[in-house]
């Protein structure tokens, strides 16, 4: 049985590594936040981020990982109802400041649930076959965030 949790663990590596890049952006909100950076400095890396970076593991985990344990299953619904709830914390242009805590706040949490709790439960549950499949399918998203240039985050006092 242990083999079995080691190697489930195994797949979902890549997986886990990019909650990590995710909490790395939350931290970087919440310190540009508690510094106060121009919201519209924050906001705009925000953006970035999610078009290049949170689009892509949303949608991966909703076509390789949620099929797992169904579209009917709890954790997933909850999981689906963040992905939503976010994408429209995302599209918000007005009050800015508050919808940034609230970003970095969901974010947080809401990786804690999947690592915890939702993929505690797809270890249990998938087949070889399922395994496979993600491991075919997913391929780590190279996160690279050189290319912005605006690192309010590296400025700041500690």
């Known amino acids: 049985m242990k083999k079995k949790n ?3 663990n195994l797949k979902l590596t890549p997986l886990i590594e990019e909650h990590d890049e995710v909490v790395l952006f939350c931290e970087r909100i919440r310190e540009g936040l508690r510094h106060q950076v121009d919201d ?3 906001k705009a890396y925000v953006d970035w981020f999610k078009t290049t970076y949170l ?9 390789l990982v949620f099929p797992i ?3 009917q299953n709890v954790r997933v ?6 992905h939503r709830r976010l994408e429209r914390l995302f599209a918000k ?3 800015i400041h508050k ?5 970095e706040e969901e974010l947080t949490s809401y990786i804690g649930f999947e690592e915890r709790i939702l993929y505690n ?3 249990g549950l998938a087949s070889p076959g399922q395994w496979q499949e993600i491991e075919n399918g997913h391929h780590q998203l190279p996160f690279n965030d050189a290319e912005w240039k605006d690192r309010f985050w590296e400025d700041l006092d500690p």
């Open 99 to 103: 919808t940034l805590h609230k970003i």
């Open 40 to 42: 519209q400095r924050i």
């Open 93 to 95: 242009d007005t009050d």
């Open 77 to 82: 619904r909850r999981a689906m109802a963040n």
């Open 6 to 8: 080691h190697k489930a």
């Open 55 to 63: 689009n892509p593991h949303f949608e991966m985990e909703q076509t």
């Open 121 to 123: 439960e797809i270890r």
């Open 69 to 71: 344990l169904g579209d």
